[in-house]
């Protein structure tokens, strides 16, 4: 799949999701196979005025590229400048996000918000391609509700206005992530439009990534939420391994996995306290794996949770 001046062969992508494709978990999918990281969705406004906590969602690892900065905003010239900066900083392409449902984004204008406002779409996608010359994507969702499904003729005009690639989550505004994706939806913008289009949304198995291409057309896949716990997934879709990861392999990532978030947050305490969520994820269907959950309280330094996680997994 050629993006611009952009190459990802295989088009295996993992999503942008907010609260875990931080920089470790992209470190790990790509030496895992993961062809291509996106960071987590970064607010424009915080970018433009240096806020801490927005550019150092912007931080990533050499080993990370290709890695792609998404952004949201609503307003083109400060989205326009927030890509600028991206570019400045290595990034390989960027992305807008017209998808996020969330109310405090959406009530400014932001995430899928635009699917309701194509006009400042269009204009947010022509300033981004002015400023930059790093590949520009866009994320859309359905639209906004069942009523107004409209990703087809916005994928178009974003596309006249300068898109280098679109991928689309087949969800309304209206659904978050509930209901099944309607794949329907991919097949129809990948119709309409001369760019590569990049299926999102109820991609949980090598299958489902194969037969998602079969049946939609897209030039890429871009997997999410089965990711989480499973870093190997993208990788597996991308042909790099056939066979799940085994208890002795959980373990070792998982632990490579903790080291990696201590190194990029400086604090061992505040890294236990956001690996905790992937240490459930990472032995969803183990037996004995509730117990560890409502332990996890209990486990305050690195050695501590690594032996809970061995105990899990290696000696039962």
């Not at 890695?67 to 807008?96: K, T, Y």
């Not at 520009?136 to 107004?148: C, I, N, Q």
């Not at 119709?191 to 049946?215: F, K, L, Y």
Request: net charge positive; charged share 20%.
């Amino acid at each position: 799949m050629k993006l611009g001046t952009l190459t990802i062969e295989p088009a295996v992508l993992l999503a942008p999701m907010a609260g875990i494709t931080d920089s470790p978990f992209r470190s790990l999918a790509r030496n895992l196979g993961c062809p291509a990281v996106f960071t987590e969705m970064v607010s424009c406004e915080g970018i433009i005025r240096d806020q801490p906590g927005s550019l150092r969602l912007l931080f990533f690892l050499p080993d990370e590229h290709p890695v792609i900065a998404q952004i949201f905003g609503s307003r083109p010239e400060a989205m326009a400048d927030a890509a600028l900066h991206c570019q400045a900083l290595g990034f390989d392409a960027v992305d807008i996000n017209m998808g996020c449902p969330v109310k405090k984004v959406t009530k400014n204008g932001a995430g899928a918000a635009l699917m309701r406002e194509p006009e400042n779409a269009a204009r947010i996608v022509a300033a981004i391609r002015r400023a930059v010359t790093i590949p520009v994507l866009a994320k859309l969702r359905s639209g906004w509700s069942p009523e107004e499904i409209n990703a087809v003729a916005l994928a178009r005009r974003l596309v006249d206005s300068g898109l280098d690639a679109v991928s689309v989550h087949p969800r309304t505004r209206s659904q978050f992530y509930s209901l099944s994706a309607d794949w329907r939806i991919i097949a129809q913008v990948t119709a309409a439009v001369d760019v590569p289009v990049i299926g999102n949304g109820d991609v949980r198995t090598v299958e489902d990534a194969e037969r998602m291409r079969r049946q939609t057309g897209c030039a890429g896949v871009m997997v999410g939420r089965a990711a989480q716990g499973n870093p190997w997934l993208p990788g597996r879709m991308a042909g790099l391994r056939t066979t799940p990861p085994g208890r002795d392999e959980i373990h070792r990532v998982f632990c490579i996995h903790l080291e990696k978030m201590i190194d990029w947050m400086g604090s061992q305490r505040r890294a236990i306290m956001r690996m905790r969520k992937h240490a459930v994820w990472y032995t969803r269907g183990v037996k004995g794996a509730a117990t560890l959950r409502h332990g996890l309280g209990n486990l305050h330094t690195a050695a501590d949770m690594k032996r809970a996680m061995a105990a899990l997994l290696l000696d039962n």
